[in-house]
């Protein structure tokens, strides 16, 4: 007897096109400034990419060679010869009525990405990565009559855009934010493009189906667009897995379509039905020449390649002893990674009996906990301009506390002068006196106070309640605004309580 089918039966099929704007300084074919954000509409254009008729255009060396780049960071081939081709289709934000793309030789193909889910890692492979011009982009907007239309702003067509797409290999909503995760990662270390969904210089398309468990074919494929965030990325395929699954359950047929994301009401709508590659009628470029792009040039480009992030993370943990935890915090992002080491450099200049494995894992706990808590509350990276805090100062920190001539708890308001000001930490603990007081009459006093203005602790400490000394000490600490070494004032509490 056959048994119902049910929602577990069915496996979910993932592959993600992403779409990333390359941070070059003009756009892909004409000489145009790239860095359209923040100007007024329609001041970064020419007669190129406004898409006149009689103009030619002209490929951007450089966007070939970031496009190069990426697809070595993601294990790609190289192919030694590339070509442009039109993409035909008619929306209003396309200024020419094509768009100028790759289609059957793109620069990079069959690579991999690895990932990890859960302690789980996985390989997930890339089919290709070719390179393209943006579009326009259009302005829905309403008059003060309630009447509703669009505008178009040229500054983004003919931005160079690179275009990343996986093999269909992920199998959940969890698995493809991993992947997306790992890619901005990658993109912004080599840095290829900024990779900021939500600023729009990085999109993406997750395609998305399913199949009954086991089954080898793969079923009719959903493209999710207008998605901007991650979390919107998780949703949109958690959403449309399950109303995939119950189209199917209900006797329904999944149709081959696009769908947009409705972040505002968690649904994803009908937006068309999906287009084959027949559908753009591709031809090649006619006024541009093929790429030839010779192994010595790969090379070059290869050579000047920063340490990627995997290999980078494995050697944190075999050279420095790090975990892999705090291996993988630092390499989070470029910036961070390097600062870390150059703190490090300057440490063991200022130190020669540095221990190097006890300062990477002190240099690893400032900067996730302390200099984290500063960056998080400015909304910035520790690489941007406007940080203050150097590696020479957080070197110069750790060893005025190493050395005891100030404790943590005064490192940490050192710490908060500095990145605010990036003042010498020897000049603040000078100007804030903040440099530990030893053994001496002015300690001695201040634990005589303690101890005649907290005579319960005492008697509590003298009936065997261990924890009034911790108490006492706390007191101690606070009357000296926390210059006293508080191992040495646990030691004389003791010996005078004793």
């Given amino acids: 007897m056959a048994t119902a089918t049910t929602s577990t039966d069915f496996e979910t099929v993932i592959g993600v096109e992403v779409h990333a704007q390359l941070l070059t300084r003009s756009k892909m074919f004409c000489s145009c400034s790239s860095s359209y954000a923040a100007s007024p509409p329609n001041t970064h254009v020419c007669p190129i990419c406004l898409g006149m008729p009689g103009v030619l255009p002209v490929i951007n060396r450089r966007a070939v060679e970031m496009t190069i780049m990426t697809g070595l960071a993601l294990n790609c081939e190289i192919a030694a010869e590339a070509k442009f081709d039109r993409k035909n289709y008619h929306y209003p934000d396309l200024m020419k009525g094509y768009q100028i793309s790759e289609y059957d030789m793109p620069i990079c193909q069959n690579g991999w990405l690895d990932i990890e889910v859960e302690g789980r890692h996985k390989r997930i492979g890339i089919t290709r990565v070719h390179l393209e011009e943006d579009t326009a982009r259009l302005l829905h907007v309403k008059n003060a009559a309630g009447e509703e239309y669009s505008l178009v702003d040229v500054n983004r067509s003919g931005v160079p855009l690179m275009e990343i797409v996986s093999e269909p290999d992920l199998r959940s909503a969890e698995e493809a934010r991993a992947y997306l995760v790992k890619l901005r990662q990658i993109l912004r270390w080599i840095g290829a493009s900024a990779a900021n969904m939500e600023e729009g210089n990085m999109r993406c398309e997750p395609n998305v189906s399913i199949r009954p468990r086991g089954a080898n074919e793969f079923g009719a494929k959903v493209e999710l667009k207008n998605i901007n965030s991650f979390r919107h990325a998780y949703d949109a395929i958690r959403f449309e897995e399950k109303r995939q699954r119950e189209v199917v359950l209900a006797g329904g047929k999944i149709q081959q379509e696009t769908r947009g994301w409705r972040e505002d009401i968690g649904v994803a709508v009908p937006q068309r039905s999906k287009e084959f590659a027949h559908d753009y009628r591709y031809f090649p470029e006619p006024d541009l020449p093929p790429l030839a792009i010779g192994r010595e040039w790969v090379e070059e480009i290869l050579a000047g390649m920063p340490e990627l992030p995997d290999t980078r993370r494995a050697r944190f943990t075999q050279q420095y002893g790090l975990s892999d935890y705090d291996a993988g915090v630092l390499t989070g992002s470029r910036s961070l990674a390097e600062f870390f080491e150059a703190t490090l450099v300057e440490w063991s200049q200022l130190a020669a009996d540095l221990d190097q494995a006890q300062a990477a894992k002190t240099v690893a706990n400032w900067l996730q906990s302390d200099v984290s808590r500063l960056l998080n509350a400015r909304a910035v990276d520790i690489g941007d301009e406007s940080v203050k805090v150097t590696p020479r100062h957080l070197a110069e920190l750790l060893e005025l506390v190493r050395a005891g001539t100030i404790n943590a708890t005064a490192g940490k308001q050192v710490l908060d002068v500095v990145f605010e000001t990036g003042a010498d930490p020897e000049s603040v603990v000078a100007e804030r006196g903040l440099a530990q007081i030893g ?53 004389m509490l003791v010996e005078k309580l004793g």
């Fill in 439 to 491: 053994a001496g009459d002015e300690v001695t006093g201040v634990i005589e106070q303690v101890l005649a203005a907290n005579p319960k602790a005492v008697e509590d400490y003298r009936r065997g309640k261990q924890e009034a000394v911790k108490f006492l000490v706390g007191q101690v600490m606070r009357e000296t605004r926390g210059r006293a070494n508080a191992h040495l004032v646990t030691e």
